[in-house]
């Protein structure tokens, strides 16, 4: 079987988290901003689209050069092995960037780049008609950065925080693989409380419980490259087999999420019981100030409304100063809070023991983490 050099790209932020997923499977990587590269097989391809919890997507890099004009990329990527790659009605569409390259517009890259494929595979098959392109789907990137070319195949198509359990989001969603993140950014373990005042859709717990179930998180979707016939579509259901035999449907864990807004409440229960993990979470709806934590050493994760995410900024800034108040009075437990406002600490009433950046889609915000004192 074939190795391929593969890319698990990322949001800003969270490489290393893709790094550590990765290792944990066994793999040896490399990482990059936006990426982290490594090796593997299709079956390797099966086994990192299924259980990657934080990554984007996982890509086979097809080629890697250096171009500065159209004719040299033309012909570099003319030069790649698309005949061994994409079949004769393979649909095939282009997509690009280009930061700091002398070519520097992107639909004319991805212009290119399609011509010479296609002028590619009509040589191969000897055809003078352009391409049906009727068949199965080839996602292709090129990604121009300091004139560093590089052009590869999505293996995974529509983005892995798709997980399929997701039916609505509210008002404003948390991307579940940002979710995943801000689960394993804290020291949650399936033994120890989990608690989300401001759960919203239910995306943070959901994952936090597929995590302590050992559920993986693609097992409900499909892969752009299932429907490549040449490419071992076998080993997609050998992985979900294994995937399905590593579940622990009996765990039990203690996880809470409350939200002020019942009609949240009923989509994280429906989202929850899509995902496998209805028994073990607990939906309420509660406003933040009449939550009594029964334990000690519990892990609190909010991602409460901020910017012009459904509350004004008095509003906003009248819930940290709540949560000031109210979580400085559990010290046994960690607590971990997303904002992009910069101000989060003032008003909270307290500085965080550390802060990391994130982005969620395009948004920069921090993490604060405020650490157990027990």
Known sequence: MQTYSLIATAAS???????????????????????VRFEGTAIDIARTNLWLRTADRIKIIVGEFKATTFESLFDQTYDLPWEDILPLDANFPVSGKSQKSKLHSVPNCQRIVKKAIAKKIMTYYSRTQPLAETGSHYPIEVSLVKDHVIISLDTSGSSLFKRGYRSEKGGAPLKENMAAALVLLTTWHADRPLYDPTCGSGTILIEAAMMGRKIAPGLQRSFAAE??????????????????????????????????????????????????????????????????????????????????????????????????????????????????????????????????????????????QYWSQG
Not at 263 to 282: F, H, L, P, Q
Not at 317 to 334: D, R, V
Request: net charge neutral.
């Open 13 to 35: 932020g969270i490489e290393s988290l893709v790094n550590r997923e990765l290792k944990e499977l066994g793999y040896k990587t490399q990482t990059e901003n936006g990426r």
């Open 227 to 368: 429907d490549w016939t040449y490419f071992h579509p076998e080993v997609w259901t050998i992985e979900r087999q294994k995937a399905r035999q590593q579940i622990k449907a009996d765990l039990q864990m203690d996880i809470l999420g409350c939200d002020i807004d019942g009609r949240m409440i009923e989509i994280a229960k429906a989202n929850a019981s899509k995902a496998g993990v209805a028994d073990t979470i607990e939906f309420k709806q509660m406003q933040l100030s009449d939550f009594v934590p029964k334990k000690d050493y519990g892990i609190l994760i909010a991602n409460p409304p901020y910017g012009d995410r459904l509350l004004d900024k008095d509003q906003v800034h009248h819930l940290y100063q709540q949560m000031g108040e109210i979580y400085q009075k559990m010290p046994t437990w960690s607590k971990y809070i997303l904002t992009s406002d910069e101000a989060f600490e003032d008003y909270y009433g307290k500085k965080a023991t550390k802060k990391r950046k994130l982005y969620n889609g395009a948004l920069k915000v921090d993490y604060y």
